[in-house]
DNA sequence: CCCATAAATGTAAACGTTTAGATTTTTTCT
DNA sequence: AGAAAAAATCTAAACGTTTACATTTATGGG
């Protein structure tokens, strides 16, 4: 069967003590010793267990990530940069997918608390849950992109009013009025403060805002394609469309590609988020930009320092977009 | 601090034997006594401590998943439907991302045998490693996409050459002759293989080979755009290039987006597994497509039957990839 | 109502580690 | 060489479970 650590003890001649001190490092052990251990620990193919080991010593090298949807490149992204900063600090990550389901996030938190995960990365479903006070502040815990009501903890956030914001100005200042949105649920914090953003800039170049040019789609492609149908379909359509999310506009502009609209003649559009598809397309995509690896990386450096330090003030870091301006957005040469 | 099974035992009145039991739903507690341990449960808050049952049972209930890059859509939706599979079982998977190094890759499978991973998902970064004989055949593994050397486990895998045979042919019925491919790294399963039903295929139209038109990639991005470029400078650039993969697929087409040559038109390309892109382009991409989810969802069921049942004798599983023709291949109307 | 049997519950030893604290060995200084 | 100090090593109890086995309690037949 497998070695264990006193069978490497047993061979290397010394007791699991001595063996456990060589395998954490600790020191205190005579050159000569430690070639020995090591020596039967090559010798066992000995793999130290690491269960027992958190089981022992009440702590765990794991983190726990949930995310609405691992094959959305935005989280994949995120996971991507916040599990490199976990494994640099020889931690692993745990990752879930709640398919945007109540019932299957708090299920994954559930098991990573099970799993004596001693941080937890989570972008949230809801605003608000049942389960924040029963099991949202037992554990460190940093959200990623979007809020959550009740929790005590750090945040990596977007600055999403200024994305869209900026991104509405720039239609404006391109000679658009009609301007039209499709976003995400205003429940959630992203759905609603790029709304806001929109809203806000509308206001301040004191353009009208048409309630038929508001649409809320679920961050899926499929919305953004329905919407994008529909909002064309009005007897005064837009003449610009701004997507609040990679998934919403890919359908939108596969809409537009199965219609006879032109882009960046007949329509404008800016997206949110940078995809592949954005500079394959004529013109090429003006899209909001985000920090994406960055925002991952930012949020598992926070809650790793503050499993070592847990008592440290909560922080907020909120990130900034920016634009990335390719043609898209304009339909007046 | 948090609740043991001893304190829920304790309030409850019980002892801890008939408090796993509970926990463990494997029955013979009387219907009073069940109620007032789960009382007890809630009222403490408590959560098993999983890795402690581990350790005592000698059994977890982890799934081990090593893919080269986990931003890939494709290894995204590879693990989107293993995970699905190994959740149904009340498993948890335990994903990292090797890069496609050596180093990384053995260093994830370390860490996953340190956490006792009671199964492995492999798609190997090399066809073969020193590890193997080491490591490799120490738990039950399933090998996906990729074939590796000397693992003796289960394997779901494409098949390739029909892939690109079936792409080749379709060039060659539009009436192309000058036949480019970009493909990966001769070493690695997909990439030789891929080639290989190319090749194949030009010998059975009786269509020479032109070695200039063989170009070894990376997968990445990078290469399609630059192994493109190089096949478009050629004195007789080829009238078709079969891209064989995604990324190096957006690479390329990014590449004729930058230049003068009209997709269609000047060019046919087909891709390799099917792409958002794909429905975006004019005219639509043809590709090569895959079940993805689907591999996973196999292989994961494989993995965790074989867990439940080792002697079982080895499985391959040869999934068929199917052409999906939307024009981009043809430049001849 | 008693006994046999079945059902429910309890006891205690494992599982593979870590880690205080105790003990031994080595080094250093005189 | 011997004592004191420092370094290396060992002992054994914990960590939170599971689980075989022992014991108690309930059930049913006569």
Known sequence: ??????????????????????IN??????????????????????????????????????????VPDVENPFFAAVFSGADKVVREYAYTTLLGGSNDTYEREENLLQTMLEHQASGILLTPTFPKAKWVERMGNRVPTCLIDRDMEGMNCDRVLIDNRRGTYEATKLFIQKGHTQLAIITGPLESTPGRERFEGFKQCLHDFSIELNQDYIQIGDFHSGSGYQLGKRLLKLNHPPTAILSCNNLMTIGLLEMIHTSSIRLGEDLGVIGFDDIPIATLMHPNLTVVSRPMREMGECAAEMLLQRIQNPNQPNRTVIMSPHLIVRGSESIFS
């Open 1 to 22: 069967m497998k070695a264990t650590i006193r069978d490497v003890a047993k061979l290397a001649g010394v007791s699991v003590a001595t063996v456990s001190r060589v």
């Open 25 to 66: 490092k600790l020191g205190g052990v005579r050159p000569e010793t430690e070639q020995r251990i090591e020596k039967a620990m090559e010798e066992l193919q000995y793999i130290p267990n690491v269960l027992a080991r958190s089981v022992a010593s009440k702590k765990t090298k794991l983190i726990g990530m949930i």
